[in-house]
T-cell receptor, first 113, second 113 residues
Protein backbone atom coordinates (compact mmCIF):
# COMPACT_ATOMS: atom_id res chain seq x y z
CA UNK A 1 0.00 0.00 0.00
CA UNK A 2 1.33 3.41 -0.99
CA UNK A 3 1.77 5.52 2.08
CA UNK A 4 3.61 8.21 3.98
CA UNK A 5 4.34 7.15 7.54
CA UNK A 6 5.06 9.55 10.37
CA UNK A 7 6.20 8.77 13.89
CA UNK A 8 5.35 9.52 16.56
CA UNK A 9 1.70 10.34 15.96
CA UNK A 10 1.37 12.03 19.34
CA UNK A 11 4.05 13.46 21.58
CA UNK A 12 4.14 15.61 24.68
CA UNK A 13 7.57 16.94 25.56
CA UNK A 14 9.22 19.73 27.50
CA UNK A 15 11.01 22.86 26.39
CA UNK A 16 14.55 22.23 25.22
CA UNK A 17 14.40 18.46 24.88
CA UNK A 18 15.55 17.57 21.38
CA UNK A 19 13.17 15.47 19.36
CA UNK A 20 12.89 13.98 15.90
CA UNK A 21 9.74 13.27 13.95
CA UNK A 22 10.38 10.64 11.33
CA UNK A 23 8.79 10.48 7.90
CA UNK A 24 9.07 7.66 5.42
CA UNK A 25 7.43 7.11 2.03
CA UNK A 26 7.30 3.91 -0.01
CA UNK A 27 6.42 5.42 -3.38
CA UNK A 28 9.93 6.32 -4.57
CA UNK A 29 8.93 9.99 -4.60
CA UNK A 30 11.54 12.65 -5.31
CA UNK A 31 9.90 15.49 -3.45
CA UNK A 32 9.16 15.56 0.27
CA UNK A 33 8.00 18.36 2.51
CA UNK A 34 7.04 19.23 6.07
CA UNK A 35 4.08 21.40 7.05
CA UNK A 36 2.67 22.59 10.31
CA UNK A 37 -1.00 23.32 10.76
CA UNK A 38 -2.27 25.77 13.35
CA UNK A 39 -5.80 27.10 13.94
CA UNK A 40 -6.36 30.31 12.04
CA UNK A 41 -3.02 30.02 10.24
CA UNK A 42 -3.61 27.03 8.01
CA UNK A 43 -0.92 24.79 6.58
CA UNK A 44 2.49 26.41 6.45
CA UNK A 45 5.54 24.88 4.79
CA UNK A 46 8.57 24.36 7.03
CA UNK A 47 11.14 22.69 4.77
CA UNK A 48 11.12 20.75 1.57
CA UNK A 49 13.48 18.47 -0.30
CA UNK A 50 13.74 18.08 -4.05
CA UNK A 51 15.89 14.94 -3.82
CA UNK A 52 18.53 13.22 -1.73
CA UNK A 53 20.87 15.75 -0.06
CA UNK A 54 18.88 18.69 -1.50
CA UNK A 55 16.73 20.65 0.92
CA UNK A 56 15.45 24.20 1.18
CA UNK A 57 13.53 26.42 3.55
CA UNK A 58 9.82 26.95 3.35
CA UNK A 59 7.91 29.79 4.93
CA UNK A 60 8.49 28.96 8.62
CA UNK A 61 11.86 27.18 9.00
CA UNK A 62 13.00 28.80 12.26
CA UNK A 63 13.65 26.28 15.01
CA UNK A 64 13.64 23.26 12.71
CA UNK A 65 16.22 21.19 10.87
CA UNK A 66 15.85 18.50 8.25
CA UNK A 67 18.02 16.05 6.40
CA UNK A 68 17.53 13.82 3.37
CA UNK A 69 20.16 11.11 3.34
CA UNK A 70 17.92 8.53 1.70
CA UNK A 71 15.19 9.03 -0.84
CA UNK A 72 12.48 7.46 1.31
CA UNK A 73 13.18 9.29 4.60
CA UNK A 74 12.87 12.95 5.56
CA UNK A 75 13.07 13.48 9.34
CA UNK A 76 12.15 16.75 11.03
CA UNK A 77 14.40 17.73 13.92
CA UNK A 78 13.55 20.14 16.70
CA UNK A 79 16.89 20.82 18.39
CA UNK A 80 15.44 22.82 21.27
CA UNK A 81 11.64 22.76 21.16
CA UNK A 82 9.68 25.70 22.49
CA UNK A 83 5.96 26.05 23.30
CA UNK A 84 5.34 27.98 20.06
CA UNK A 85 6.23 24.80 18.20
CA UNK A 86 3.17 23.08 19.63
CA UNK A 87 1.32 22.15 16.48
CA UNK A 88 0.04 19.46 14.14
CA UNK A 89 2.79 18.42 11.74
CA UNK A 90 2.31 16.80 8.36
CA UNK A 91 4.87 15.19 6.12
CA UNK A 92 4.03 14.94 2.44
CA UNK A 93 5.62 13.58 -0.69
CA UNK A 94 5.19 13.90 -4.43
CA UNK A 95 6.42 11.96 -7.43
CA UNK A 96 7.75 15.12 -9.02
CA UNK A 97 9.32 18.31 -7.77
CA UNK A 98 7.33 21.46 -8.43
CA UNK A 99 3.95 19.76 -8.47
CA UNK A 100 1.15 20.35 -6.01
CA UNK A 101 0.01 16.73 -6.06
CA UNK A 102 1.01 15.71 -2.57
CA UNK A 103 0.43 12.56 -0.57
CA UNK A 104 0.19 13.36 3.12
CA UNK A 105 1.09 11.37 6.18
CA UNK A 106 -1.44 11.01 8.98
CA UNK A 107 0.07 13.82 11.01
CA UNK A 108 1.99 14.16 14.25
CA UNK A 109 0.49 16.17 17.07
CA UNK A 110 3.23 17.72 19.15
CA UNK A 111 2.80 19.51 22.45
CA UNK A 112 5.74 21.35 24.01
CA UNK A 113 5.25 22.28 27.67
CA UNK B 1 5.34 36.31 0.12
CA UNK B 2 2.99 34.38 -2.11
CA UNK B 3 -0.58 34.61 -0.87
CA UNK B 4 -3.54 32.31 -1.32
CA UNK B 5 -6.82 33.61 0.06
CA UNK B 6 -10.00 31.70 0.85
CA UNK B 7 -13.16 32.58 2.74
CA UNK B 8 -12.88 30.75 6.04
CA UNK B 9 -16.58 30.02 6.26
CA UNK B 10 -18.25 28.12 7.61
CA UNK B 11 -20.24 27.67 4.45
CA UNK B 12 -23.48 25.85 5.06
CA UNK B 13 -25.51 24.36 2.23
CA UNK B 14 -28.50 22.01 2.25
CA UNK B 15 -28.10 18.47 1.00
CA UNK B 16 -28.47 18.30 -2.76
CA UNK B 17 -27.48 21.93 -3.35
CA UNK B 18 -24.39 23.27 -5.11
CA UNK B 19 -21.52 24.34 -2.87
CA UNK B 20 -19.21 27.00 -4.30
CA UNK B 21 -15.76 27.48 -2.83
CA UNK B 22 -13.49 30.30 -3.93
CA UNK B 23 -9.77 30.99 -3.90
CA UNK B 24 -7.64 33.92 -5.08
CA UNK B 25 -3.87 33.94 -5.41
CA UNK B 26 -1.22 36.63 -5.68
CA UNK B 27 1.43 34.94 -7.84
CA UNK B 28 0.63 35.90 -11.44
CA UNK B 29 3.10 33.33 -12.74
CA UNK B 30 1.38 30.34 -11.14
CA UNK B 31 0.40 27.72 -13.69
CA UNK B 32 -1.22 24.96 -11.68
CA UNK B 33 -3.80 24.86 -8.93
CA UNK B 34 -4.98 22.21 -6.53
CA UNK B 35 -7.90 21.53 -4.25
CA UNK B 36 -7.54 19.39 -1.15
CA UNK B 37 -10.22 18.09 1.20
CA UNK B 38 -9.47 17.67 4.89
CA UNK B 39 -11.90 15.90 7.18
CA UNK B 40 -11.73 16.84 10.84
CA UNK B 41 -8.79 15.12 12.50
CA UNK B 42 -7.46 13.75 9.22
CA UNK B 43 -4.78 14.68 6.75
CA UNK B 44 -5.46 16.60 3.52
CA UNK B 45 -6.19 14.59 0.40
CA UNK B 46 -6.01 15.81 -3.17
CA UNK B 47 -9.36 15.94 -4.95
CA UNK B 48 -8.82 18.17 -8.00
CA UNK B 49 -6.06 19.77 -10.02
CA UNK B 50 -6.44 22.32 -12.82
CA UNK B 51 -3.87 23.75 -15.18
CA UNK B 52 -5.77 25.60 -17.92
CA UNK B 53 -8.33 28.37 -17.95
CA UNK B 54 -11.88 27.15 -17.95
CA UNK B 55 -13.64 24.27 -16.27
CA UNK B 56 -12.52 20.79 -15.32
CA UNK B 57 -15.10 18.27 -14.21
CA UNK B 58 -14.62 15.09 -12.18
CA UNK B 59 -17.81 13.46 -11.01
CA UNK B 60 -19.69 15.90 -8.78
CA UNK B 61 -16.69 18.24 -8.60
CA UNK B 62 -15.89 21.04 -11.03
CA UNK B 63 -12.82 23.22 -10.78
CA UNK B 64 -12.89 26.58 -12.54
CA UNK B 65 -9.82 28.66 -13.32
CA UNK B 66 -9.49 32.26 -14.46
CA UNK B 67 -5.82 33.21 -14.60
CA UNK B 68 -6.50 36.79 -15.68
CA UNK B 69 -8.50 37.35 -12.51
CA UNK B 70 -6.17 35.11 -10.45
CA UNK B 71 -9.17 33.18 -9.28
CA UNK B 72 -9.89 29.48 -8.92
CA UNK B 73 -13.08 27.90 -7.62
CA UNK B 74 -14.46 24.49 -6.73
CA UNK B 75 -18.10 23.60 -7.27
CA UNK B 76 -19.61 20.57 -5.59
CA UNK B 77 -22.89 19.52 -7.16
CA UNK B 78 -25.54 17.50 -5.33
CA UNK B 79 -23.75 18.13 -2.04
CA UNK B 80 -23.84 15.27 0.46
CA UNK B 81 -23.30 15.28 4.23
CA UNK B 82 -20.12 13.30 3.54
CA UNK B 83 -18.76 16.38 1.72
CA UNK B 84 -18.66 18.23 5.05
CA UNK B 85 -14.99 19.05 5.47
CA UNK B 86 -12.48 21.84 5.13
CA UNK B 87 -11.40 22.53 1.54
CA UNK B 88 -7.90 23.84 0.94
CA UNK B 89 -6.68 25.64 -2.16
CA UNK B 90 -2.97 25.11 -2.96
CA UNK B 91 -0.76 26.97 -5.43
CA UNK B 92 2.87 26.15 -6.30
CA UNK B 93 5.19 29.12 -6.51
CA UNK B 94 6.27 30.16 -9.99
CA UNK B 95 9.84 30.82 -11.00
CA UNK B 96 12.81 28.66 -11.81
CA UNK B 97 14.02 26.58 -8.92
CA UNK B 98 11.01 27.27 -6.77
CA UNK B 99 9.43 24.18 -5.31
CA UNK B 100 7.31 25.71 -2.61
CA UNK B 101 3.60 25.13 -2.31
CA UNK B 102 1.37 27.62 -0.50
CA UNK B 103 -2.01 26.62 0.93
CA UNK B 104 -4.93 28.85 1.67
CA UNK B 105 -6.33 28.69 5.18
CA UNK B 106 -9.27 26.66 3.99
CA UNK B 107 -13.04 26.97 3.80
CA UNK B 108 -15.09 24.83 6.16
CA UNK B 109 -18.12 23.36 4.42
CA UNK B 110 -21.12 21.96 6.25
CA UNK B 111 -23.78 20.11 4.28
CA UNK B 112 -27.04 20.04 6.20
CA UNK B 113 -29.19 16.89 5.76
Amino acid sequence: EAQVTQNPRYLITVTGKKLTVTCSQNMNHEYMSWYRQDPGLGLRQIYYSMNVEVTDKGDVPEGYKVSRKEKRNFPLILESPSPNQTSLYFCASSFQRGTGELFFGEGSRLTVL
Amino acid sequence: QKEVEQNSGPLSVPEGAIASLNCTYSDRGSQSFFWYRQYSGKSPELIMSIYSNGDKEDGRFTAQLNKASQYVSLLIRDSQPSDSATYLCAVPHSGAGSYQLTFGKGTKLSVIP
